[in-house]
């Protein structure tokens, strides 16, 4: 099983993820599964492409020096094209010598766009679908996920939440059987380091610009201090876990910019932590409430100590109570890391397909 990926976006994370495969092609060959890259589409690369596989030193060369495509130009086969707009991206994502599209272009809270276009055009044409884009799985789960079936296709999107910390496939395979009636996460990396850097004494626009600086921060960081990125992740997680049909509307949400210096470092001498907490819980009628607030936790709490950049997420569970998975929750090769771990499962899945044909 090979499988000819078209990167759509070529930030931070599929950098990453072009990085982790050059470093993981032994490991990904002895699993059989050969993966090569046949088209990337970036407003400020253009479109590259080459049937035959794009080479991974030369965009990584492209990459590290401002995105000059002339590695790339160089290469037999591979054609540049400079000037592009959503049309020339979706006549991309559906050409034949792609097999799954790796859709990891920023995440607009409110349509989801231009990112669910390029998901829906994919699963359409029979493509998997690979994301950590958080916006069309929190707004059209339901939709692209039935888009899916329909195509005899697969939607994977383990990078949304946590980045590359094992969370939604955890939920799909050691946790089934335990009933999950709720959980509580620390779910935004960005955030969490801004409440640390404050504990430690620093001002709230230097962390912010720090957590920039990492890698850590949406194109918009308001969209992780005012709890916007943690709403999606909540609505991503319930409606996984318990097909909820969860909106962000129905989640109410506050961010950390109204608490000060002094709170934290007040509630640090008495032992406690301010955190950004994104919660929901399935009633017994089966409805469900969610909510995403700062909250002061007591030492001892499963969340007080997770700190920096790290995420970590409880789950109330009936047979095994509180289960929490804890990890990086942003960065670059972390949340590539997700990528990787959704095409292993991709090709396992296609594996077990062809022995039962
Ligand atoms: N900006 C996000 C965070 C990235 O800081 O958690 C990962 O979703």
Redesign the pocket.
């Known amino acids: 099983m090979a499988f000819r990926l078209a990167l759509i976006g070529f930030g931070g994370v599929n950098q990453g993820l072009v990085e982790l495969l050059k470093a993981k092609q032994d490991m990904l060959q002895k699993a059989g599964l050969p993966v090569s890259i046949t088209a990337v589409a970036d407003l400020r690369l253009g479109l590259i492409s080459n049937p035959q596989g794009i080479g991974l030193d030369a965009l990584l060369d492209c990459a590290a020096n401002g995105f000059s495509t002339d590695a790339l130009q160089h290469e037999p086969g591979t054609t540049v094209q400079h000037e592009i707009d959503l049309q020339h991206t979706l006549a991309l994502i559906s050409a034949d010598y792609v097999d799954v599209v790796v859709e990891a272009t920023f995440t607009d809270p409110n349509s989801g766009e231009p990112a669910l276009s390029h998901c829906r055009a994919a699963l359409t044409h029979g493509k998997h679908v690979i994301t950590t884009n958080?916006g069309p799985i929190a707004l059209a789960q339901r939709s692209l996920a039935q888009l899916a079936t329909e195509h005899g296709v697969q939607l994977k999107y383990e990078g949304a939440v946590m980045?590359g910390t094992p969370v939604l496939r955890q939920i799909s395979t050691t946790l089934r059987g335990c009933d999950i009636t709720g959980f509580a996460g620390i779910l935004?990396?960005?955030s969490n380091y801004v409440l640390e850097r404050l504990a430690q004494g620093h001002e709230f626009d230097a962390a912010v610009k720090e957590a920039q600086a990492l890698g850590?921060?949406?194109a918009n960081p308001a969209a992780?201090l005012e709890g916007a990125?943690v709403q999606l992740k909540v609505v991503i997680l319930a409606n996984t876990l318990w097909d909820a049909g969860l909106t962000r509307a129905d989640v109410p949400c506050r961010g950390i910019s109204g608490l000060t210096g002094s709170d934290i470092r007040a509630a640090r001498t008495a032992g406690d932590n301010w955190k950004l907490v994104g919660s929901a819980s399935r009633h017994a009628d089966g409805t469900v409430s969610a909510s995403v607030e700062p909250r002061q936790l007591p030492a001892g709490h499963s969340l007080h100590s997770v700190a920096g950049v790290s995420n970590a997420i409880s789950f109330e569970t009936d047979v095994l109570g509180n289960i929490t998975i804890s990890g990086p929750?942003?960065g670059r090769v972390e949340?590539a890391f997700a990528i990787l771990s959704d095409l292993i499962e991709l090709a396992e899945q296609a594996q077990q397909q062809e022995a039962c044909a």
């Open positions: 958080k980045s935004n990396g960005t850590y921060a949406e992780d990125d929750g942003a949340t």
